[in-house]
């Protein structure tokens, strides 16, 4: 979403990533000028998608920039109302499929009856407004909630690779060869 915005050369956000650019934007933008339908309301499963929420964002700021008269790549106008909206809608969405899977662990057992701990962590825990509603719904629901400090948060590819490197040094669940495994693409 920030690069379709072109965020990069926006005055505020030229030299933010992407994700950072979104949350700063969001806090003075009006998230209810914009309304997206959230994704995979039809599915009674914790699974997350965001395919079907980035066709809808492209789509109104395809129709905002014929609106404004301007071309792809120049700065709406709008582009705060546009990050405020994304991002409660990527929260509400989060919130739902999360508070989904609480509830199917405490059916299930999975998780103890006292003391329960959710944790989030890579990019989308270093967004504030995220952790905020997380942090309201981990309350309701008698959990605690942990999150690495913003700094640490960071792209999941990261953390990956250092569980590969940790896994390596240790010889857990190496494999030496790749001959005979089938890649999917899922």
């Known amino acids: 979403v920030a690069r379709r915005l072109s965020l990069r050369k926006h005055p505020e956000c030229h030299s933010m990533a992407g994700g950072k650019a979104i949350e700063h934007l969001a806090q003075t933008g009006n998230q209810e000028l914009l309304t997206f339908r959230l994704p995979m309301q039809q599915y009674r499963n914790c699974n997350f998608s965001f395919s079907g929420l980035q066709n809808l964002v492209n789509n109104a700021i395809v129709q905002k920039e ?32 999360t508070y989904r899977a609480m509830l199917f662990c405490i059916k299930n057992s999975i998780l103890p009856s006292k003391n329960a701990t959710l944790v989030v962590s890579g990019g989308v825990a270093s967004n504030q407004y995220i952790r905020k509603v997380l942090q309201n719904l981990a309350d309701a629901n008698d959990f605690a ?9 960071t792209d999941n590819g990261v953390m990956i690779a250092w569980n590969g490197i940790e896994r390596l040094r240790a010889g857990l669940g190496v494999l030496h060869s790749a001959a005979g495994i089938r890649y999917e693409p899922r």
């Open 145 to 153: 909630l942990l999150c690495p400090p913003p700094r640490l948060c």
């Open 66 to 97: 014929k609106e404004e008269g301007i071309q792809e790549g120049e700065i709406l106008s709008c582009a705060k109302d546009v990050a405020a909206a994304v991002q409660h809608a990527v929260a509400v969405h989060i919130i739902q499929r």
